[in-house]
C-alpha cells in the first residue's frame, strides 16, 4: 500500500520555525517529484514547494520563498522529504499536505496539483501566538 506520511507539525509563535517530513512507503518514489501544498481555512489548495527527482532542480512559491526550504532524501529503498520553515507567520496557518508525481524529465517539478499522483493526509501547523 502507496503511503505518504508527514509529520512535524504543530502550534508555533509567530517568527519561530517547523521541520515537516514526509515518509513514503509502499513504492519506490526515487524517480518521482515531490511537492508541499497547503491549505489553510476557508482557502483553496496551494502550491508551496516542488523539487524534482534528484534534487537538484526547486521551485518555490513566492510567498514562502526565503522562509521556506524544501529538500529531499533519497536512500536505497525509500524517499523522504522535508520542508524547513523559517520565519513562520499567521497566514502561514494551515494543513500542510505532501506529494508524490511520475517525473517527466530531470527537471520535473511542477505547481500544479494536477501532476501529483499519490498525497498524504496532511498536518496542520498553526501559528499564533
Known amino acids: 500500500q502507496v503511503q505518504l506520511a508527514e509529520s512535524g507539525g504543530g502550534l508555533v509563535q509567530p517568527g519561530g520555525s517547523l521541520n515537516l517530513s514526509c515518509a513514503t512507503s509502499?513504492?519506490?518514489?526515487?524517480?518521482?517529484?515531490m511537492a508541499w501544498f497547503r491549505r489553510a481555512p476557508g482557502k483553496e489548495r496551494e502550491f508551496v514547494a516542488a523539487i524534482n527527482w534528484n534534487g537538484g532542480y526547486i521551485d518555490t512559491a513566492d510567498s514562502v520563498k526565503g522562509r521556506f526550504t524544501i529538500s529531499r532524501n533519497n536512500s536505497y529503498n525509500t524517499v523522504t522529504v522535508y520542508l524547513q520553515m523559517n520565519s513562520l507567520k499567521p497566514d502561514d496557518t494551515a494543513v500542510y499536505y505532501c506529494?508524490?508525481?511520475?517525473?517527466?524529465?530531470?527537471?520535473?517539478?511542477?505547481?500544479?496539483?494536477?501532476?501529483?499522483?499519490?498525497w498524504g493526509q496532511g498536518t496542520q501547523v498553526t501559528v499564533s501566538s
Open positions: 506529494a508524490a508525481g511520475a517525473s517527466s524529465g530531470p527537471r520535473h517539478a511542477p505547481r500544479l496539483d494536477s501532476q501529483y499522483t499519490y
Open positions: 509502499g513504492r519506490i518514489f526515487i524517480t518521482y517529484a
